[in-house]
């Protein structure tokens, strides 16, 4: 889970900062940091996060995945 997925799967859904931290429990400031490429996350937030965020729907992928259904993906290098 990168940064930019974390920014896009929050755009989708319309959670702002707050809104994820409170789901996820963890701090605004911790989604920031690590939206704002500013700091690494604990692997316990990280997964907090990421199960937050696919409990809403969204489907992480990793290079060369598909999606199950309609969505975005950031294009490689």
């Known amino acids: 889970m990168t940064p ?3 920014r896009m799967a929050r755009a989708a859904l ?3 900062v707050r809104d994820l931290a409170q789901v ?3 701090t ?3 989604v920031t940091r690590f939206e704002t490429e500013k700091g ?3 692997h316990s ?3 907090a996060i990421r199960k937050a ?3 809403a729907g969204i489907q992480f992928l990793d290079a060369g995945q598909v999606a199950i259904g ?3 993906a950031l294009k490689g290098d």
């Open 4 to 6: 930019a997925q974390v």
């Open 14 to 16: 319309r959670l702002g």
């Open 24 to 26: 996820a429990n963890v």
């Open 28 to 30: 605004p400031a911790t």
């Open 40 to 42: 690494g996350l604990q």
């Open 45 to 47: 937030s990280a997964e």
């Open 53 to 55: 965020l696919e409990a």
């Open 70 to 72: 309609p969505g975005v």
